[in-house]
């Protein structure tokens, strides 16, 4: 090779080199050095870990939900129990109560009647002429009065009632028919009478009553 062109070839090493020392160094520290490959690791590791955890949370909300649905179960079912137990009680409560009310709605028609009588029966001329009636009738009969109006109370507190039917028409699921009356003065079919009075206990039919009906009244004579 030429002398001259060595020399060429050396100064222009020499002048690359007195370049490259004149430039900084690039920093050793790892933390300013940005790693792609390292975050894309990362990202990757942290997809992963989301999926992991998104799949154990869908995991424990199922659980989660199958406890509930249980939960829910059971309390419908306890539910239905409590309320099976309570109606058997009521209605267990209800069958030992009944005939007891029945014994005191008896005892007030055996009161009703006796007034009833007491009313109609005209006292003898000795008993006007010894005024009996005035000091000894009006007592025991006032008696029979303030029973009759506590046994009625009492039938009350127990939400017992009786039944008015009297001019109304008849209903068979409160009364049975005992007897007919031909009454033109009523429209047909309605009741005149009330030989024996029914009682509701909480709106169900506590006891039917007896009653007596008109025939041939005034709604026969209309419809004709």
Known sequence: MEDSIKQALLSRFR????TAEGE???PDDPE???????????????RSEVR?????VKEALEQFRGVFETLQASHATVQKELDRARTEARDQGGAALRPLLLDVIDLRDRLTAALRVAAAVRPSW?????RRHVSGGEAWQEGLRMTLRRLDQILLDRRVVAVPLVGRPF?????????TSPDSAVPE???VEEVRAGFLWDDQVLRIAEVIVSKGGAGKGERS
């Open 32 to 46: 300013e050095i940005t790693d792609l490959y390292s975050v894309l690791v990362e990202v990757a590791g942290l």
């Open 15 to 18: 002048a690359y080199l007195d």
């Open 126 to 130: 000795t008993d006007r002429l010894l």
């Open 52 to 56: 992991t955890e998104s799949r154990l």
């Open 171 to 179: 209903d068979p699921r409160l009364a049975r028919v005992v007897a």
């Open 24 to 26: 900084q160094e690039p």
């Open 189 to 191: 079919g309605s009741v």
